[in-house]
Structure formats: structure tokens, C-alpha cells
């Protein structure tokens, strides 16, 4: 049964005795308050729900106070509020949504109660003016898409207990200078922080076992980076579009190098590859303009399924190899490219 009450539309349960808002016949406009319950009938609902899509497309919607019952936020329940600049949320909050409040871009600011432990694929994503996200204690990973999009977005909390940072999740965020991920997490999803132009510091922690393809593609002003322990591949395009990095540690169990792994990283004159590394992948070094000196540690050739650079790096960068592996690396496939071959130190 819908009731409305002060001009809210509610589906009650009278079984369970709560309510849930839902989509009214009229948009809704400037400030909006939720109460914790309401009455109908001579009876008390608690109001634990906004439903899906409720408020969606209310381009006049200022801002929104929830009740403390409210328990969920739907999918799309806020999406395309355009002039929402507002939101607080009430205690009992533990669940957000996919798309809840995507395309909201008047919203600044969002601060989630503890409890929290699920905020939906794409939740934020096109929150153009968003500026700070204070995630929650309980929340269980970050999804993919939450903030895809975000370019004003510059402070993050991260969550102490989150296991995995999403595809996209903060891809297009370019006012974000640095991240800094808790022990927790074990996995970077492709394109995670794709196009973060501002990002110029990078803190990841041993606990993680993957980086995914193009995970920080594109992050023009990253300068350092550093492959966690538990990594055991720079997996595709990981730094593909890293203009200003200039220094990369890979660490002695590293096995491959994928494929554009470090596409156009204009400004780096040395890299490392550690003697565990037993394939690179094509384009790995293309466009590599600057690179000086390529150290090779195995003293078996690796195996390239296709050309690993272009012909500038071939001719400018000078590939060194352990002692007496000159010989083993000049008839190699791809390797016997590199104009200038030296043993190594």
C-alpha cells in the first residue's frame, strides 16, 4: 500500500511495520528531510528504505536528510539529481546502491556513517564537483566505477579493512595527488586509477598479489613507482602513458613484463628487469624516448612474442646483459634489435 504523507510517497509494510519512499508523481524539489517513521492509519512505520530510482532525475532537489532507520539506498535512487549539493545520512546506513547518486553534480562532499559496509558499482561516478569522500570503517571493497569521473575529486579516506580497489573506481580523478592503500587490500582492478594527471605519489602494500592491466595508466605526473613483493607481473599497460616516470622497482620474483607495460613513459633513462623475468610482451618499451640503458639480469633472452620497442629505443638504448650472455642475447628473437649490447657490470 502507498501512502503519502507531507507530500512523500511511501510503500508501507504492514507486516514488518516499515516503510519504504518511492517515486513520487511530482518531482521533488529544494530541501527534502526523511524522518525516522511515520504514521498511518493510527500505526508507526519505521522508514528503512528509499527505493530504487525515488529521486531520480529531480534536477530541482537541493539537498537530502535521511532519517535514522533508514537502512538502504537503492539503485538510482539519487541519479541525475543535478542541483544536490547536500546529503546526510542517518546512522543505521549500511547499504548504497549501484548508480545511487551518479551524475550528481552539485555534490561536494559526502560523509557515510561507520556502518556502511556496500556503496554500489558506479555510485558517484560523474560527481563532477565532488571534492571529498570520507568512506566508511565497515565498507568491504571499493567498486568498480565509484568514482569514475570524479575530476575534482582530491581526498579519499581508504578504509581500513577493503580488499580490492575496483575497475575504474577512480579513473578520471585528475585532482587526486596521492593514494596511500591499507594492508588489506590485495587486488588493483584494470584502469583503477586511470587518468589521475595530478597523482604524483603511489603507496601500495605488500599484501597485494595483483595490479591490473592499465591500472595507473595515463597518471602523467607520477614520477616513482614501485611493484609490491606479492606482484609476480607488471601486468598490460600498468604505466602505459606515465610521461613523467623516471624510476621503477621490480622486485627479484617479477616472471613478465606485459604487453605496452610501460608505453610512452617519455621521461625514464633506466630499467631493471630482474633475472626471474622469463617473457616480455610487445610494445613494452615503445616510445620509451629517453631510455638510456635496459638491464637484462637473466642470462637466458626472455621470450618476445613481438617487437618490445620501436626503432628509436633500438638504436639509442644500450641493453645490458650478465657476463658472457652477449652472444646468447644477439641471436635471440626481437633482442638481437638493440644496436648496442654490453655485459653488465
Known amino acids: 500500500m502507498i501512502t503519502k504523507i507531507d507530500n512523500i510517497p511511501y510503500l508501507l509494510d504492514s507486516g514488518n511495520g516499515t516503510a519504504a519512499v518511492t517515486k513520487n508523481d511530482v518531482p521533488y524539489t529544494g530541501a527534502v528531510t526523511i524522518p525516522s517513521a511515520v504514521c498511518a492509519g493510527g500505526r508507526e512505520y519505521r522508514v528503512t528504505e ?52 551518479k551524475g550528481c553534480t552539485a555534490l561536494r562532499e559526502v560523509i557515510f556513517p561507520r556502518g556502511v559496509i556496500v556503496i554500489g558499482r558506479s555510485a558517484f561516478e560523474g560527481c563532477t564537483a565532488l571534492e571529498r569522500a ?110 613523467a616516470l623516471r624510476s621503477v622497482q621490480l622486485h627479484n620474483r617479477v616472471l613478465s613484463i606485459g604487453y605496452g607495460a610501460f608505453y610512452n613513459c617519455s621521461a625514464i633513462e633506466r630499467i631493471d628487469l630482474p633475472a626471474a623475468v622469463v617473457n616480455v610482451a610487445e610494445q613494452a618499451f615503445r616510445s620509451c624516448s629517453s631510455l638510456k640503458e635496459l638491464h637484462v639480469a637473466s642470462p637466458v633472452a626472455p621470450m618476445c612474442s613481438g617487437d618490445i620497442a620501436d626503432a628509436q629505443v633500438y638504436s639509442s638504448a644500450t641493453l645490458f646483459v650478465p657476463k658472457g650472455a652477449v652472444g646468447e642475447y644477439g641471436f635471440a628473437r626481437v633482442w638481437e634489435r638493440f644496436g648496442n649490447v654490453e655485459e653488465d657490470n
Not at 81 to 88: E, G, H, Q, R
Not at 143 to 162: N, Q, T, Y
Not at 188 to 203: N, Q, Y
Not at 206 to 226: D, N, R
Open 50 to 101: 528509499i527505493i530504487d530510482e525515488a529521486f531520480a532525475g529531480c534536477t530541482a532537489l537541493l539537498s537530502v536528510e535521511l532519517g535514522d532507520e533508514v537502512e538502504s539506498i537503492g539503485i538510482s535512487a539519487f541519479e541525475g539529481c543535478t542541483s544536490l549539493a547536500s546529503i546526510k545520512f542517518g546512522e543505521a546506513l549500511h547499504i548504497v546502491g549501484m548508480s545511487a547518486f
Open 134 to 243: 570520507f568512506l566508511p570503517d565497515a565498507l568491504l571493497n571499493i567498486e568498480p566505477s565509484l568514482f569514475d569521473g570524479c575530476k575534482a575529486l582530491c581526498k579519499v579516506s581508504f578504509p581500513a579493512g577493503i580488499d580490492s580497489v575496483g575497475e575504474y573506481a577512480f579513473c578520471g580523478c585528475s585532482a587526486l595527488r596521492s593514494v596511500a592503500l591499507p594492508p588489506s587490500v590485495i587486488s588493483i582492478e584494470g584502469w583503477a586509477f586511470r587518468d589521475c594527471t595530478s597523482l604524483e605519489g603511489v603507496e601500495l602494500p605488500q599484501s597485494l598479489v595483483s595490479v591490473k592491466k592499465g591500472a595507473f595508466w595515463g597518471c602523467t605526473s607520477l614520477t616513482a613507482f614501485s611493484l609490491p613483493q606479492g606482484v609476480n607481473m607488471l601486468d598490460q599497460g600498468v604505466l602505459a602513458g606515465c610521461t
